[in-house]
């Protein structure tokens, strides 16, 4: 986790990767290991602790890896704040809130925008605009 005010970037959180379980892969019958929480639980574990230790911030911005719906319902709802995150370009979207409700989506690269454009758009699994 880096926290960033002009001109100033701080480091104040982190994780380490670490894959402590092993199992066995149904498909390939190969034993692996995994880590013993999500990506997106450890994502979420670290912005409730920058809350809960009253770091002030109004946006949170990652990366493609972290931008689930999910994710983004928890930073809105949860942390009452925004966010910033691209999406990948399978990701299905609603150009209008009555496109949302009759589920007709749309995939981001079929999209055809012109540069310098905004778009309110509707992310399927988000309750909110973005």
């Not at 890896?65 to 966010?83: E, G, I, P, T």
């Not at 399978?90 to 454009?117: C, F, H, P, W």
Request: hydrophobic share 40%; proline share 4%; no cysteine.
């Amino acid at each position: 986790m880096l926290y960033h005010v002009n001109p100033i970037s701080l480091p104040f959180n982190y994780h380490l990767g670490v894959k402590t379980e092993v199992y066995t892969d149904p498909k390939t019958n190969q034993k692996k290991r995994r880590a013993p929480q999500t990506k997106k639980q450890i994502y979420q574990q670290l912005l409730a602790q920058a809350n809960q230790n009253k770091i002030t911030f109004r946006y949170v911005v990652n990366n493609v890896w972290f931008a689930s719906a999910d994710n983004m319902m928890f930073v809105k709802h949860d942390l009452k704040r925004d966010f910033v995150m691209p999406l990948k370009t399978n990701r299905k979207i609603a150009l209008s809130i009555e496109a949302k409700k009759q589920g007709r989506y749309v995939r981001v690269d079929e999209l055809l925008l012109e540069a310098d454009t905004t778009l309110t758009v509707y992310l399927e699994g988000v309750d909110f605009a973005l």
